[in-house]
C-alpha cells in the first residue's frame, strides 16, 4: 500500500514502516503510529519557532513526537527526528493538548505548535488537534520542512494560522543530501503563503549552501510569491553528522542577509 503523503510514496506491507518511522501500514491503511505520543513539550517564545512577525511577544505551547520523512545529516534535533517507536513517549490526546493550550493562556499562551520533529508524518493527529484548537480560538503553528504533497497540504491549510518553512538550499545536489525534493518544498510554500503567515528559514552551512547565487535563488524566489515573506538567515553549529564542520562566520551570516534584502522586505539574521 502506497503512502500519500509525501514525494517518497513509500510501498508498506502489513506491519511495515515508513522512511519516516512514523507512519505505518495497519490492517490496509497508513496511520501515523505516533500520533499522540509526545516526546518534547514546552511553552516556548513564539519568536522561537522562528516566528518574529505573528503575535510577537506571545508564548505558544509547542508540542513534537518523533520521526521524519528527510535525513538532513546536520539535523538539530536528530535525537527525536530519525528515532522510532522505541524512543520514550509520553502519550496526550488532542483534547487534552488543547486543554493544556487553554490553561496555559494565563501565560501568555495563544495556541499550540507542532514542531521539534517533522510535523507532518503525524498528519491525522496534527489535523485533529489543530481542527479543535481552532474550535477554540486558539492559533496554530506549524513548523515543517515543507515535504508534503499538495492534496493532503490543502486539506490541512484550514486549520493553520502560520508555518515556518524550511527552505533548506536551492540546488537539487543540496536537497538529495538530505533525502528530499526542491520542488516539493517550493510548491508547499507557494501554496501556504496563500492561505497562511508563512516565513521560511534557511540555515547556512559553510561550503554548502552559502553561496551568493544561492541567496539570489531563495530570496527572488520568495519575492515572485510575496515580497513580505519574512525569511531568517541562521547560522549552522556543528551538529549530527555534520559535527566536524566549523560554524558558519558571523559576517557570511550578514553578507547573505543584505543580498537577501534586495529581494525581501523582511529578513532576519538568526543564531547570532
Not at 500520533?35 to 505558544?60: C, H, N, Q, V, W
Not at 515543507?146 to 518553512?165: C, Q, R, S, Y
Not at 543530501?177 to 547556512?204: F, N, R, Y
Request: with cysteine; charged share 25%; hydrophobic share 35%.
Amino acid at each position: 500500500m502506497i503512502c500519500p503523503l509525501c514525494f517518497h510514496h513509500c510501498d508498506l506491507k502489513e506491519g511495515q514502516h515508513g522512511l519516516c518511522h512514523a507512519r505505518v501500514n495497519k490492517n490496509g491503511h497508513i496511520i501515523d503510529e505516533n500520533y499522540g505520543r509526545i516526546t518534547s513539550l514546552a511553552l516556548d517564545p513564539i519568536e522561537k519557532k522562528p516566528l518574529k512577525m505573528f503575535y510577537p511577544g506571545s508564548k505558544i505551547l509547542s508540542v513534537g513526537s518523533y520521526g521524519c520523512n528527510l535525513r538532513c545529516p546536520f539535523c538539530q534535533n536528530y535525537e527525536i527526528s530519525q528515532a522510532d517507536q522505541s524512543f520514550p513517549w509520553e502519550y496526550l490526546s488532542p483534547a487534552d493538548l488543547i486543554d493544556l493550550a487553554i490553561k496555559y493562556q494565563s501565560e501568555g499562551n495563544i495556541g499550540v505548535a507542532f514542531t521539534y520533529n517533522e510535523p507532518t508524518v503525524s498528519y491525522e493527529y496534527v489535523k485533529e488537534a489543530s481542527s479543535l484548537a481552532k474550535k477554540k480560538g486558539l492559533k496554530t503553528v506549524l513548523v515543517t520542512n515543507g515535504t508534503i504533497e499538495e492534496g493532503p497540504l490543502k486539506e490541512l491549510l484550514p486549520f493553520i494560522d502560520a508555518l515556518n518553512i524550511d527552505l533548506k538550499g536551492f540546488t537539487d545536489r543540496f536537497y538529495q543530501m538530505c533525502g528530499g525534493d526542491l520542488d516539493t518544498v517550493k510548491k508547499a510554500i507557494q501554496i501556504s503563503a496563500s492561505q497562511a503567515h508563512v516565513e521560511v528559514t534557511t540555515l547556512i552551512i559553510p561550503g554548502e549552501n552559502d553561496s551568493e547565487e544561492e541567496m539570489r535563488g531563495i530570496a527572488s524566489f520568495l519575492a515572485s510569491i510575496d515580497k513580505k515573506i519574512p525569511l531568517h538567515i541562521t547560522r549552522f553549529f556543528p551538529m549530527y553528522k555534520m559535527s566536524d564542520k566549523k560554524p558558519t562566520p558571523i559576517k557570511d551570516i550578514f553578507r547573505l542577509t543584505e543580498i537577501a534584502k534586495e529581494y525581501l522586505a523582511y529578513v532576519f539574521p538568526g543564531n547570532i
